[in-house]
Nanobody, 115 residues
Framework: QVQLVESGGGLVQSGGSLRLSCAVS????????MGWYRQAPGKQRELVAA???????NYADSVKGRFTISRDNAKNTVYLQMNSLKFEDTAVYYC?????????WGQGTQVTVSS
């Protein structure tokens, strides 16, 4: 059974930082590209950061220079370090393989940035 469990969200002031974690089980983690996605109220879910099995990274323009995605294959965990948070980063954040598979969506973790 595949499980992706996100954690680390919370309420933070504008300019603050958070580190999200996603523990993955049920797949060969090291062979999969992974992504962090987010969905803000009234908006479609979007990919914000991705990391290949080899460690290459890509970011949405809106988070470039502020967010950093990383992975620890020994722990089957992918991380998202979020710095200089803005009000518009408020969303539910999810991890998934990249490209995403519908059956892998978890509960996500809420990130709320107060202005």
């Amino acid at each position: 059974q595949v499980q992706l469990v996100e954690s680390g969200g919370g309420l933070v002031q504008s300019g603050g930082s958070l580190r999200l974690s996603c523990a993955v089980s049920g797949i060969i983690f090291s062979l999969n590209a992974m992504g962090w996605y987010r969905q803000a109220p009234g908006k479609q879910r979007e990919l914000v950061a991705a990391i290949s099995s080899g460690g290459n990274t890509n970011y949405a323009d809106s988070v470039k220079g502020r967010f950093t995605i990383s992975r620890d294959n020994a722990k089957n965990t992918v991380y998202l370090q979020m710095n200089s948070l803005k009000f518009e980063d408020t969303a539910v954040y999810y991890c998934n393989v990249q490209p995403a598979l519908v059956r892998f969506w978890g509960q996500g973790t809420q990130v709320t940035v107060s202005s």
